[in-house]
C-alpha cells in the first residue's frame, strides 16, 4: 500500500511564500503522475499542479506564474513551492501519486493567506 505524507502548510500573509512536501512510501519512478490538488470546503477538490514520470508539468491557470511543483526521487518527495500567495489560496492540499488505474491520496495539509 502506498503511503503519502505532506507537510510544510501553515499561516502566512498575502504575498508571502510556502513550500509543500509530499513523502511517498515507496519510490517515485513508479508512478506515473505525481501532483496536488486544493480543496475549500463546500467546493470540489481542484487540480492545483502535475510532474509525469516523464518531467511533464501542468498547472492550473490560476497558480501560473507562482507555483513550481518538483520532485527529488531520492527522498522520493515531490514539492510544491508557493509564492505570491493570495487569501483566495487558502485551502487543504492534498498531495496524489497515480499508478494507472489507481489514484492514492495524502491526508492534506491545510494552507490558510491571511493577514
Known amino acids: 500500500q502506498v503511503q503519502l505524507v505532506e507537510s510544510g502548510g501553515g499561516l502566512v500573509q498575502p504575498g508571502g511564500s510556502l513550500r509543500l512536501s509530499c513523502a511517498a512510501s515507496t519510490s517515485i519512478f513508479s508512478f506515473n503522475a505525481m501532483g496536488w490538488y486544493r480543496q475549500v470546503p463546500g467546493m470540489q477538490r481542484e487540480l492545483v499542479a502535475s510532474l509525469t514520470n516523464a518531467g511533464t508539468t501542468y498547472y492550473a491557470d490560476f497558480v501560473k506564474g507562482r507555483f513550481t511543483i518538483s520532485r527529488d526521487n531520492a527522498k522520493k518527495t515531490v514539492f510544491l513551492q508557493l509564492n505570491s500567495l493570495k487569501p483566495e489560496d487558502t485551502a487543504v492540499y492534498y498531495c496524489?501519486?497515480?499508478?494507472?488505474?489507481?489514484?492514492?491520496w495524502g491526508q492534506g495539509t491545510q494552507v490558510t493567506v491571511s493577514s
Open positions: 496524489y501519486a497515480r499508478i494507472i488505474p489507481t489514484v492514492y
